[in-house]
């Protein structure tokens, strides 16, 4: 997904093509602690060793994997 629709449509400006670096750096700030929470999930739940130990590292893996998805996208579509 372009980055810049999505500010577009949040915003409600159409037709711009300016935008300031902010929304991009909130956005790689988002996704670095989306991996940085699935990392500590996956840690805990290496720690503890009961039921809820496997939907920690199902849920940690999946907010890593999340977070290097939109990392890329992020990448792919920098101007």
Avoid at 28 to 48: E, F, N, P
Avoid at 58 to 78: D, F, S
Wanted: proline share 1%; net charge positive; charged share 20%.
């Amino acid at each position: 997904m372009d980055y810049r629709l999505a500010w577009q449509i949040a915003t409600h400006r159409r037709g711009t093509r300016d935008m300031s670096d902010r929304p991009r750096r909130l956005l790689v700030v988002g996704m670095t602690l989306a991996i940085l929470a699935g990392v500590h999930w996956i840690w805990l739940a290496s720690t503890d060793r009961d039921t809820a130990s496997a939907f920690g590292s199902l849920t940690g893996a999946a907010l890593v994997i999340l977070g290097a998805l939109l990392w890329a996208a992020v990448e792919r579509n920098k101007s």
